[in-house]
């Protein structure tokens, strides 16, 4: 049985905590469970923590890019949390743009900023 990355609801927001480096399957499951979890509870907001995650590889990145995208076609706000350095320079090497998407430091700050924006 594969692992599954955790989805958790809080008021009208899902959390999402990667705690270890994604295959390309895992990334794909993480990918269908959290729209699955988005059309079921029509949460207005998402935010994935990628504090523990060092590095990421092409496949990764645009999955992450895609379900960000797919998120926002589903109505809800994205805030990223815990981009490593590598992270970030792997995502605008391949061209991954998140235009749309706030950023912050940490798990806290970002639902923070995910408050404020869905107060908008």
Known sequence: ????????????????SIQWELDDQ??????????????????????IDLTSIDFID???AKVLGDVISMSGLMGAKVVITGIQPAVAITLIELGIRLEDVSTALDL?????KLERELED
């Open 1 to 16: 049985m594969r692992t599954r990355i955790p989805i958790l609801k809080l008021r009208d927001t899902l959390i999402v």
């Open 26 to 47: 895992m990334a794909l499951s993480f990918q269908e469970d959290l729209l699955n979890k988005l059309h079921s509870t029509a949460a207005r907001g998402v935010v």
């Open 58 to 60: 092409s496949f990764i």
């Open 108 to 112: 806290e700050n970002g639902l923070e």
